[in-house]
C-alpha cells in the first residue's frame, strides 16, 4: 500500500478514515468522488476511502452510480464516528459570528447549534475546505463546521466542541481497489455488495429478491437507479450479509441470475466491527 485517494482536503472526515486504515500510506485528496475513483483505475492511487452513508443525512455518495462503469471493487468497509467542531480565527468570540461555512451535509448534521445560533450559512465543498476558507479570510465573522483535526491543521480556535445533532453519528465508508481480492470463505462475518439488472418480465423483482427470503439470507441495503432517460431496465445496488460460497448465499444468488439479465459481484470484504457492536 503507498497512495490512498478520497474526496476532500487534508483534515476532513474522509482524510481521518484513510488514515485510520492505512496509516503508512500517501494520502491523494481529490476534488470529487469521480477523480477519486478515477485516481485508482489510472494507477496514481492504490486504493480510494469513500463515504456512502451516514447515519444522520442518509445517503452521501451515490457509489451505485460510480461502480459498475469505473471497474474496482469494495475490498473493505469502515465506520468513522464523526464530530464537529465550530472554530473561527484566533482570538474570535462566538458573540462575533455571522456566518457559518461547511459541506452541506455538515450543515444538516448540525441543525441544532446553527439554529440556536441563528447564523447564516454557506456551503462549502468540504468540512475542511470550509476550515481552510475561514482561516484564509481572517474575519471573526466567519466560523467553520469541521472535525477537529482542521482546527489544528488550519490554525484556528474550537468555539464549541462536538456540535453534531447526534452523538452517535457515524458514518460508513467502503475502500475501492483495481482488483477484487475476495475475502476467504471461514465463516467469519463476511459482506457482500453486487448489482444486478431484472428481466423485462412482470414481477422480476419480486422473484429475483425471493431466493434471499427463502433462504435466510439479511439484505442490509438495496437501491435502485436508472440509466440513460428512464427506458432502461432499473439496476440495483445490494449489500448482503454472508459470502457467496456459502450454502444460503449461493442458492439466493442462483435465483437472482435465473431472473436478471446482468449480477456482477463488487466486493466480498470482511464485516466491519461496528455491525457487531464491538
Keep these: 500500500m503507498t497512495t490512498a485517494a478520497y474526496q476532500g482536503e487534508p483534515g476532513s472526515n474522509s482524510a481521518t478514515a484513510a488514515r485510520a486504515l492505512y496509516p503508512e500510506a500517501d494520502e491523494l485528496p481529490c476534488t470529487s468522488f469521480e477523480q477519486a475513483l478515477d485516481a485508482v483505475t489510472l494507477g496514481a492511487a492504490d486504493v480510494a476511502v469513500i463515504p456512502v452513508d451516514n447515519s444522520a443525512a442518509g ?35 462566538l458573540d462575533q459570528v ?17 439554529r440556536e445560533g441563528g447564523w447564516r450559512t454557506l456551503v462549502s465543498d468540504d468540512t475542511a475546505g470550509a476550515a481552510r476558507e475561514v482561516a484564509e479570510l481572517g474575519d471573526p465573522r466567519h466560523a467553520a463546521l469541521a472535525p477537529p483535526a482542521a482546527a489544528r491543521l488550519y490554525g484556528l480556535d474550537v468555539l464549541r466542541t462536538e456540535v453534531e445533532d447526534d452523538p452517535d453519528n457515524t458514518t ?14 471461514t465463516g467469519e462475518p463476511v459482506m457482500t455488495s453486487l448489482f444486478f439488472c431484472v428481466r423485462n418480465i412482470p414481477s422480476a423483482l419480486y422473484k429475483a429478491l425471493g431466493g434471499f427470503a427463502s433462504s435466510g439470507v439479511n439484505l442490509t441495503k438495496i437501491e435502485s437507479y ?10 440495483f445496488y445490494v449489500e448482503i450479509e454472508g459470502h457467496p460460497d456459502d450454502e444460503r448465499v449461493s442458492l439466493a444468488l442462483h435465483e437472482l441470475r435465473f431472473f436478471s439479465s446482468e449480477v456482477r459481484i463488487l466486493g466480498v470484504y470482511p464485516a466491519h466491527p461496528h455491525r457487531l457492536g464491538s
Design 59 to 93: 445517503r452521501v455518495a451515490d457509489v451505485h452510480h460510480l461502480l459498475p462503469e469505473s471497474g474496482l471493487f469494495i475490498v473493505a468497509e469502515y465506520f468513522l464516528a464523526i464530530r464537529f467542531d465550530l472554530m473561527g480565527v484566533p482570538g474570535a468570540t
Design 98 to 114: 455571522e456566518c457559518v461555512r461547511s459541506h452541506v451535509h455538515a450543515l444538516g448534521q448540525c441543525r441544532k447549534v446553527l
Design 172 to 185: 460508513r465508508f467502503v475502500v475501492l481497489a483495481r482488483d477484487a481480492a475476495l475475502a476467504p470463505y
Design 226 to 235: 436508472q440509466m440513460g432517460a428512464g427506458l432502461n431496465p432499473s439496476r
